[in-house]
């Protein structure tokens, strides 16, 4: 699948990602924040629909009394985390997949159709970045976003072991 070709701005992913939180509804919910230095070169309103796609589904599947947690990082990583159902590791890469859901529509209000974490990943594909995406083991469940975002004078190293 050929890439596409996005803006070339520098965009400032701390400063996105803390005005996206800022934004996002998290009444009952405990939100953690850690946000490092992070500009990556890019399309300035694409990376912003990233943050909201994943912030919104942070939100939207978490549990009463849950958390979220948000990051960046000065070496390249963008990372977003909730609790919520548990999920098995194994239906992980489905949710990556277009209107894929890890269970079945109820069609009630503000349900979503399913495409966001797609949607997620081609942005990412767009801005030669990559996504991994992990299922939070434990009781609190949920699913752990990390993007890493290519960022001049930082090698590229693979940090699967982390997820």
Same mark, same amino acid.
């Given at each position: 699948? &050929?890439?596409?070709?996005?803006? @070339?701005? /520098? @965009? $400032? ?5 803390? *005005?996206? #939180? ?9 939100? =953690? ?9 890019? $399309?300035? !309103? ?28 000065? $070496? =390249? ?11 098995? &590791?194994?239906?992980?890469? *489905?949710?990556?997949? /277009? +209107? ?9 209000? =503000? ?12 942005? !990412?594909?767009?801005?030669? *970045? ?12 949920? #699913?752990?976003?990390?993007?890493? +975002? /290519?960022? &001049? =004078? ?10």
């Amino acid at each position: 699948m &050929p890439t596409t070709r996005v803006a @070339a701005e /520098p @965009a $400032d992913q701390a400063g996105l990602a803390a *005005a996206e #939180l800022a934004a996002c509804p998290q009444e009952g919910l405990t939100v =953690g924040r850690t946000f490092a230095p992070l500009t990556v070169t890019g $399309d300035r !309103v694409l990376l912003g629909h990233l943050l909201r796609n994943l912030l919104t589904n942070v939100v939207r599947h978490n549990r009463a009394e849950g958390r979220i947690s948000v990051s960046t990082s000065a $070496d =390249g990583e963008l990372t977003v985390s909730n609790t919520g159902p548990v999920i098995d &590791p194994v239906d992980v890469p *489905a949710l990556l997949e /277009p +209107f894929r859901r890890r269970a079945e529509r109820q069609h009630t209000a =503000g349900e979503g159709a399913g495409p966001g974490l797609s949607i997620a990943a081609s942005t !990412v594909r767009a801005h030669e *970045a990559e996504l991994r995406a992990a299922a939070n083991p434990g009781q609190g469940g949920g #699913l752990t976003v990390r993007v890493r +975002f /290519p960022v &001049p =004078g930082v090698a590229r190293t693979t940090r699967t072991n982390q997820l």
